[in-house]
């Protein structure tokens, strides 16, 4: 086994100061988890009512179990619907876990569901304005099934975008239990990325029609699984590898494949062997700062989505500690990036997967000195396990009942998708923060072309992602970058914050901006809402902050006003005299809009989240 190289400085540096700022919160949150873990077990504390209910559906045998042998009893948490791609294949799993428990000599039990919705589904509609707030409602669900507080472990069923955060913050809530993570797996490869973008971007522009597009759409998307770009919903499975909380190499293995039952069956083996051995490693203590390091330099060395920028700040401070942007930027100096998937590159994660996948990004990471490697996991090997990948033995050992074995993953299969941290793709993350005068925002730089990493044009300001999609139909973004003088534009979008509308990803603003660039003009797009996890190659400064609702700068920002976005001087800023910017009072969110973003598809009930809601940077959070 190779020895893990010194930690490298930085890494070093910005995981002291984490633990500086969060101690307090830090230390309150461990006394109070090991308050609870010190309490007898739900059916000896509980009142005889109290158990009874609890257990009433239960099998005689496993209800005799769990009272009178005091077997361990692990809650189930399920995202499961049959209508997402993503968390159909959810459906069986709850019989394989319990069937697993009993081999074990333990129960289990579907302690409660949380809703699962679907970014690609609700993308430019006015639903998409429910989902970030939907990962605190996870995160509510997730309390809600684990109140009952009869469980001795948790098995956490969740793979997309907002679901696992949510999860993960629901779990922390209960940070006095041993939890695993168990994915689905991402769908088999079918219409490849780019072609799919590249269909996009002929729709965007009348070349095609609705029925090219959704004939493309669907062979993109035709089976069940995670869609196989590199978004949000398999960057979340990257940093549960990176974290420690899967069974290692669990997260990219299709669904279908005999190797997915073996894996979910470990699960129940891996959480029993914390509950039974008394090893006491609950989801509270293992979520550490040095755990959080190890998945923000993930993130960054693959290139991840954007999203994460907000939710692992959610994540960290679910777990009482404080992070922040300038700690994702330090990161990014010195993180290499090893991997190009799209919309980093042209493989998706079925070919990252079978060049090394998480397990060869993790082992350069850690020998490289980048990540933690004595962090605490759910396997008593820790994160070194976590560099090797799983298979089924071909003859497993008599009586061993043993079918799963990990192997060395070895060099890249493909130095195209995965490269060793001596020869990365990039000798820096993908991710930047901008400040300046227009606040502070984050791009991602990894998918955007060397030349367009900086960008000065006139603004053109918009209200709503509809109106310059309009714009654009119209050719008016054309005609404004030909006589612009600085052949180019910066699109503007505001009031599209928590506090405003809830933050929608602006994912259908990226095939015509490609347009415009593919065309030669250097085009920027501004806003204080979220692209999508599959932000690519036209720079975007997102997630500015404060947002433009709350009085942030956006607001004072004028049609014409010159701004300069400077991904590798890390700036965002409009070229306006100080004193006249200054003098400028910030416009008002349009009370057409706002009346707008109040009503409608489920968008009343969540405006105390809309009042309550932090800032990008804290995490979006609503409970705090």
């Known amino acids: 086994m190779k020895r893990m190289s010194q930690l490298h400085s930085v890494v070093a540096a910005v995981t002291d100061r984490i633990r500086e700022r969060s101690q ?18 739900g059916s000896d504390r509980l009142g005889c009512a109290n158990v009874a209910h609890a257990f009433a559906a239960l099998p005689g045998n496993d209800k005799f179990k769990v009272v009178v042998e005091r077997a361990p009893n692990i809650a189930i948490v399920t995202s499961y619907n049959d209508m997402l791609s993503a968390h159909a294949p959810f459906a069986g799993f709850p019989d394989i876990l319990k069937d697993e428990a009993r081999r074990q000599g333990a129960t289990a039990q579907v302690a409660g569901g949380v809703p699962a919705m679907c970014d690609g589904v609700t993308q430019g509609t ?13 995160a509510q669900g997730t309390a809600v099934a684990l109140s009952h507080d009869v469980f001795d472990g948790a098995l956490m069923l969740g793979i997309c975008d907002k679901i696992v955060p949510g999860l993960l913050i629901g779990a922390l809530h209960f940070g006095h239990l041993p939890t695993v993570f168990v994915p689905g797996g991402p769908m088999t490869s079918g219409l490849s990325n780019s072609e799919k973008a590249k269909v996009r971007e002929q729709a965007a522009q009348g070349q095609v029609g609705r029925e090219a597009l959704l004939d493309a759409e669907q062979k993109a998307y035709h089976g069940p699984g995670t869609c196989t770009f590199y978004g949000t919903a398999n960057s979340n499975q990257m940093l549960m590898e990176a974290m420690g909380l899967h069974v290692p190499g669990t997260a990219f293995v299709n669904p279908g494949n005999e190797l997915r039952e073996q894996l979910t069956r470990e699960a129940v083996r891996t959480v029993l062997g914390i509950v039974k051995a008394r090893r006491f490693t609950p989801v ?16 960054l060395a693959t290139g991840g989505s954007t999203n994460h920028l907000i939710h692992w700040v959610a994540v960290a401070r679910a777990a009482g500690i404080t992070i922040d942007w300038n700690d994702y930027d330090e990161l990014s100096a010195v993180t290499p990036l090893l991997a190009r998937v799209y919309p980093n590159g042209s493989a998706d994660v079925n070919h990252f997967q079978a060049a090394g996948g998480p397990g060869f990004v993790i082992r350069e990471l850690v020998d490289a000195g980048l990540m933690h490697g004595d962090v605490l996991t759910v396997r008593e090997g820790g ?51 901008l400040t300046g005068n227009l606040g502070r925002s984050v791009i991602k730089v990894s998918a955007v072309p060397q030349d ?39 699109c503007v979008v505001r009031w599209q914050g928590p506090q405003a509308n809830g933050m929608p990803e602006l994912h259908k603003l990226t095939p015509p901006l490609a347009v415009l660039q593919g065309k030669g003009y250097h085009v920027a797009l501004v806003t204080d809402g979220r692209m999508s996890g599959a932000s690519g190659k036209v720079p975007a400064a ?30 965002l800023a409009a070229r306006v005299a100080q004193a006249e910017w200054d003098a400028r009072e910030p416009a008002a969110l349009p009370e057409t809009l706002r009346a ?10 969540f405006a105390g989240f809309r009042r309550n809601a932090l800032t990008a940077e804290e995490g979006a959070c609503t409970w705090l």
């Open 383 to 433: 994160i070194r396990e976590y560099t090797r990948e799983p298979e089924l033995h071909l003859a497993p050992p008599a009586g061993s009942g043993d079918a799963l074995h990990w192997r060395d993953i070895g060099p890249s299969r493909d130095t195209a998708v995965v490269r060793p941290a001596a020869d990365p793709f990039s000798p820096t993350g993908g991710l930047r923060l």
């Open 284 to 299: 509270g203590k293992l979520v550490d700062e040095a755990c959080i390091v190890n998945a923000l330099v993930a993130l």
């Open 24 to 41: 307090a919160a830090r230390g309150d949150y461990l006394r109070r988890i090991d308050a609870y873990a010190s309490r007898d077990r």
């Open 596 to 605: 707008a973003n109040q009503v409608g598809l489920g968008r009343d009930l």
């Open 542 to 571: 997102i997630h500015v902050s404060p947002e433009a609702a709350a009085g942030g700068p956006l607001a004072r920002l004028r049609d014409g006003d010159v701004v300069r976005m400077d991904a590798v001087a890390g700036t």
């Open 126 to 138: 006015a639903a998409m304005e429910l989902s970030l707030f939907s990962r605190d409602v996870i």
């Open 452 to 490: 367009r990493h900086v960008v000065e044009a006139p603004a053109r300001i918009f209200d709503s992602q509809e109106d310059l999609l309009k714009a654009f139909g119209d050719g008016e973004l054309e005609q404004a970058c030909r006589s612009s003088g600085a052949n180019g534009l910066v």
